[in-house]
């Protein structure tokens, strides 16, 4: 494909949390975690009764996780999935309900004994709140550096607000929680773009990555990197993950 069919890409419809377009195609790859957070999910909702789910996107990933324990709640604070959400999620009893911060969760003291969180905000004082004693907190997040060669190519600052957000932190935070570590781990796998119009749709769905990203703002630097493509075969970037498994 030309570069200006390409520049195209970004018109297409993005709901919930869904990248398949891109990811089960293969025109983007990310590289192997030693972990599998969905795994570690999994077997922790067997043994639950009252789990959580923050920030759980269209629900694509946590309908994927069945069978449910007897009762399950999943927040979702960005509006336009809330019904992508509701219609994923509800039929399979589970409750999805609006929050606005994550700082104040609408849950009285104690509701779970499991908590489940994949790249959502959290504050450890308000997971402990609504948490179990005894009840798990299993979180993966992406850290600070993630994928900053993007803002290097298009020559935009990354937000200096998540620079920090990294293991150590999101542990320091947990402990004065006071929660117990169980198990923290953090990588930096690669992530390939193998066409410029995968990275386009990728930069619309993540817009904390370039904030008010738009194709012919930056056209003259997506041409390079299109051309860094067709030389390559792929643009490469380096992911940052860490996860956490947090006993209250």
């Given at each position: 494909m030309?570069f200006e ?7 297409r419809?993005f709901?919930g949390?869904?990248?398949s ?27 639950s009764?009252?789990m ?19 009762s399950?709640t ?17 039929p399979?009893?589970?409750t ?42 299993l ?18 600052k ?26 923290a ?25 370039v ?12 041409l ?11 643009f ?13």
């Amino acid at each position: 494909m030309k570069f200006e069919e390409y520049m195209k890409e970004v018109e297409r419809p993005f709901t919930g949390w869904d990248f398949s377009s891109i990811t089960e195609t293969g025109r983007m790859q990310s590289g192997l975690l030693s972990w599998s957070y969905g795994s570690m999910a999994h077997a922790l909702i067997s043994d639950s009764a009252s789990m959580l789910d923050m920030g759980t996107g269209g629900g694509e990933f946590l309908s994927k996780l069945q069978p449910f324990p007897a009762s399950v709640t999943a927040t979702e604070g960005y509006e336009p999935n809330v019904s992508v959400a509701k219609n994923k999620l509800e039929p399979l009893g589970v409750t999805v309900v609006p929050v606005d911060n994550d700082a104040e969760l609408p849950f009285p003291d104690g509701t779970f004994d499991l908590i489940l969180n994949q790249h959502e905000s959290f504050d450890p004082e308000e997971v402990s709140r609504i948490l179990k004693e005894g009840g798990l907190f299993l979180t993966q997040q992406v850290g600070g550096l993630d994928c900053l060669r993007i803002n290097e190519a298009l020559g935009v600052k990354p937000n200096e607000e998540y620079l920090q957000w990294n293991l150590s932190n999101a542990l320091h935070g947990l402990e004065e929680a006071g929660f117990t570590i169980l198990f923290a781990k953090e990588e930096h796998p690669s992530q390939r773009f193998y066409d410029i119009g995968a990275l386009m749709y990728y930069l619309k769905a993540i817009p904390w990555q370039v904030p008010d990203f738009a194709p012919d703002l930056f056209k003259e630097r997506l041409l390079m990197i299109h051309n860094e493509i067709a030389e390559k075969g792929y643009f490469e970037v380096k992911q940052h993950r860490f996860v956490v498994k947090a006993g209250k």
